[in-house]
């Protein structure tokens, strides 16, 4: 996490805004030279960097634009490895104040809080006995701009078991966290995520969740909220051995 509320995101296609930096250079010159040793006496050191925002699709929000940093420092030919200590400080102090700028510049574009797409499922009920058809769908309810990956999961206590793409009607359960569907395009907004009959050995309560993320990122449970494209789908489910 960078500070004033700028996040870092593993990906492009998952943030707000893509931060070029390139032509990154550090100088060190020097200004003044000790007319009684002879030695360099004084220091300029100059850190400086170009940097340019973007959207994730090359549309430019800030032209290119040089940030630049100089800092001068005095030097002690009696205590060398303490002005090297000194000049190390100095060059962390400064990376620190380009950073304080890169985030001043972003503030001022003011973007937003990212807008998540909302998700539901549709044909969940309640209770399911043995025999019983299960069909449930995944509902967009809005519209979105980017290809997406789709988890499901299906959980019964701290056991979490996550649905995986399978031939058969009905997903293959694994407690390995995998996608359901990989890079699901903006068009399609309806899912099948179950269609199968409750088989006589499948009964207790159970919760059915389902979330978007950025396509192609892996899922974070400690860290899904940032990682999150969508609202929580959830469902709470009984499967009973029986007959309605």
Request: hydrophobic share 40%; net charge negative.
């Amino acid at each position: 996490m960078m500070d004033e509320g700028v996040q870092i995101v593993p990906t492009a296609n998952a943030a707000q805004l893509v931060l070029l930096l390139q032509n990154e250079a550090t100088d060190k010159r020097i200004l003044t030279v000790s007319s009684y040793s002879g030695q360099q006496a004084e220091f300029e050191l100059n850190y400086q960097v170009e940097m340019e925002i973007q959207k994730p699709n090359g549309t430019v929000l800030l032209e290119k634009q040089k940030i630049s940093l100089l800092r001068d420092y005095l030097f002690d030919e009696r205590a060398v490895l303490a002005m090297g200590i000194e000049e190390e400080m100095l060059r962390e102090e400064m990376y620190r104040d380009i950073v304080a700028q890169i985030i001043r510049r972003l503030q001022i574009l003011k973007l937003g809080k990212v807008e998540l797409t909302q998700i539901a499922f549709k044909g969940l009920k309640a209770k399911y006995v043995t025999g019983n058809p299960i069909v449930v769908d995944l509902i967009e309810k809005n519209t979105r701009t980017a290809p997406i990956d789709i988890w499901v999961s299906l959980s019964m206590g701290e056991n979490v078991w996550f649905v995986t793409p399978s031939s058969l009607q009905a997903g293959q359960l694994s407690p390995k966290a995998q996608p359901w569907q990989h890079d699901v395009p903006t068009k399609k907004t309806r899912h099948r995520v179950l269609d199968f009959t409750v088989p006589p050995d499948l009964s207790g309560k159970f919760t059915l969740r389902a979330v978007y993320t950025e396509a192609g990122v892996e899922l974070d449970l400690n860290n899904l909220s940032a990682m999150m494209r969508s609202t929580v789908a959830e469902g709470k489910i009984v499967f009973e051995s029986g007959t309605d």
